[in-house]
């Protein structure tokens, strides 16, 4: 018997009641925990199963309005629908006893995105308190639990409106300091309502609701920058594996592709079998119109588009159902797709002139790509062994086995802070890829300055990111310059550089900028590092009339051990955010392009003069 291991014997084999099983084995159900600072997190997850069920009903013609209250200091959600309400019955055993609810019924639920009578049971059992109230015809049945057991229960007569409340608050114990981010949980409800023309969600007061589905989405995403109106179909299906099927899609001067998929009004931001589906036949739609045999990537390239399906007995690959696996449906919806997509061209002649101007443009810097081979496989001989300016750290991103969320890689400016980082860093989760002075301003640059430039060569290759940004090998992304103009103008060049080349890093909160102190305020017995002029002032105050005040210029002014704590527990952060800036190409240009005398005019028209006597 090995060292150390138990007898193995009947006294080892244990038993668990199905909340018990879900507590202890929580990513079976949700997936990753974290704590709420990612889209994907658990919590999020939580919320998510409950307004399925909210969802499910308007899908089934009851309830065009849901009710979500959220308390961002506690943690603590509601979420009120007005469907039919779940039977009064059996209101305890729907949210308690797996494998029990109204999905299995076709007659009462179809195309559903709740097939497995899980959902509100894992947030049960993951909420410290959770409360259900069923309303039916004037009557009412309202449970509460306790980390998913009963603890109270009552019935009465009631006035108000069929439908279904849940609250719940999610179990500290098993989300340690977690909090929901407002943005995160607003794209949530964004993505419902695209997906549900005529629903209703409101949160804290705040509606989302969409007239035109999936075209909105598109209008959205797309913003400004779309080459051509979108185009857009709504397709229903007879004797098909599926019942109903949507598109939409246009283009921008993006590089690579943002497709949005859904099932049953459930968004799989993981894909499927759907997406597969959607990609293949666009590009046979694309070849059918134009008589080319263009490559997908080359077709695609730019695209923003979103395919919605319904079907009555969708397989997910998990229960947090974030990819749908249904093979059976592959072979049809590509053959469906071609047909919309050529019908659509045929009928938008200027949009599709557009389009395939688009198309010839990438196959033309795709061929002209081509000549720098020579030099990009030369570079990654080069790199091949060792990248100069990266240190790097034992632990890396695994996004498919939901490990090294927590690494991060600073890109430092010169060697001197970059020293300091990298003696200060945590060896195991932080890297340092050192910055020599000023890059390259790419904003009017196309993507084979990438290659001909070493030093941002030398970054994409350390990210991983040299063929898609899903392969980053790092949580964060974390800008570290000087609080000075020229660190100041490093980190805009290094924004511009994600921006224009690598935005989906940026999109998925991937992007930071590292806030260092910029004082130091001190007397013969405590010292504070200051972030602000009134931190500072609070400081002096504290330390009192002879305090040394130190100002931090560059990051290679802090010595290594200083630099431990700014980089360590009490790091701060500041995410680099465009979701709400629907103009950010257009800016990037306007302030990081060659109109430099339009530029100089804005400043001077813009100009605050202060007329205070010195």
């Known amino acids: 018997m090995a060292k150390g291991l138990a007898t193995y014997d009947e006294s080892q084999i244990q038993h668990l009641e199905a909340l018990e099983h879900i507590r202890l084995r929580t990513g079976m159900y949700i997936g990753r925990k974290g704590d709420g600072s990612q889209y994907e997190d658990g919590i999020y997850i939580l919320l998510k199963e409950v307004i399925d069920n909210a969802v499910d009903e308007f899908m089934m013609g009851f309830g065009k309005r849901v009710v979500i209250k959220l308390n961002y200091a506690s943690g603590e959600v509601s979420v009120r629908d007005y469907g039919r309400g779940i039977p009064l019955g059996k209101v305890i055993d729907c949210v308690s006893q797996i494998n029990t609810g109204g999905k299995y019924n076709d007659a009462v639920f179809q195309c559903s995105v709740g097939m497995n009578g899980v959902g509100t049971k894992a947030v049960n059992a993951l909420s410290e308190r959770f409360t259900v109230r069923s309303q039916r015809e004037g009557k009412f049945v309202e449970a509460t639990f306790m980390r998913g057991q009963l603890v109270d229960q009552r019935e009465g007569e009631s006035k108000e409106r069929n439908g279904t409340y849940i609250s719940f608050l999610p179990d500290a114990t098993i989300f340690p300091k977690f909090a929901f981010r407002e943005e995160h949980v607003q794209r949530r409800l964004r993505m419902y309502a695209y997906l549900n023309a005529g629903l209703t969600l409101d949160l804290n007061g705040e509606s989302f609701c969409s007239e035109n589905g999936l075209l909105d989405l598109i209008n959205a995403e797309a913003a400004m920058e779309q080459l051509y109106e979108p185009l857009h179909a709504r397709v229903k299906v007879e004797g098909l594996s599926f019942v109903q099927f949507e598109v939409a899609f246009t283009h921008t001067n993006h590089m690579g592709e943002d497709t949005y998929s859904f099932v049953n009004g459930q968004y799989t931001n993981d894909g499927g079998t759907h997406l597969t589906a959607f990609k293949e036949g666009f590009l046979k739609g694309v070849q059918e119109f134009s008589k080319k045999r263009y490559e997908g990537e080359i077709a695609r390239d730019g695209i923003v588009a979103a395919i919605a399906v319904r079907l009555q007995e969708p397989v997910f690959e998990s229960q947090t159902k974030n990819k749908l ?162 660190g100041l103008h490093i980190r805009n060049l290094l924004i511009t550089f994600f921006l224009r080349f690598f935005d989906h890093i940026i999109r998925d909160g991937r992007l930071f900028i590292l806030e260092t102190p910029l004082f130091r305020v001190r007397n013969a017995k405590q010292s504070f590092y200051c972030y602000t002029d009134d931190e500072r002032e609070a400081a002096i105050k504290t330390c009192g009339a002879k305090a040394e005040i130190t100002r931090f210029k560059g990051l290679g002014e802090i010595n290594a051990k200083e630099f431990k704590d700014f980089i360590g527990e009490g790091i701060r952060l500041t995410p680099v955010n465009i979701h709400n800036d629907v103009y950010v190409q257009e800016t990037l240009r306007f302030f990081m392009g060659a109109n430099t005398s339009e530029r100089r005019q804005y400043i001077l028209d813009n100009l605050v003069v202060d007329n205070t006597d010195v």
Do not use: W
């Not at 020579?374 to 790199?383: D, G, N, W």
């Not at 993507?447 to 001909?452: G, L, M």
């Open 325 to 486: 696996g249904n093979p059976e449906i592959r072979a049809e919806l590509v053959a469906e797709v071609r047909k919309v997509v050529e019908n659509e061209l045929h009928r938008h002649p200027e949009a599709a002139e557009r389009l395939l101007n688009k198309v010839e443009e990438t196959r033309k810097l795709r061929e002209d790509m081509k000549g720098l081979r020579k030099m990009v496989q030369e570079r990654a001989k080069q790199s091949a062994v060792r990248v100069e300016e990266l240190v790097d750290c034992k632990q890396h991103l695994d996004k498919a086995k939901g490990k090294g969320e927590e690494t991060m890689i600073f890109l430092v400016e010169g060697k001197s802070a970059g020293g300091t980082v990298a003696t200060a860093r945590d060896t195991q989760t932080q890297a340092v890829f050192k910055l020599r002075g000023k890059p390259l301003n790419v904003c009017d640059l196309k993507r084979d300055a990438i290659y001909k430039n070493k030093e941002f060569y030398d970054l994409v290759k350390t990210l991983g990111i040299e063929q898609t940004p899903d392969t980053l090998r790092y949580g964060k992304v974390v800008l570290a310059t000087d609080a000075d103009v020229d």
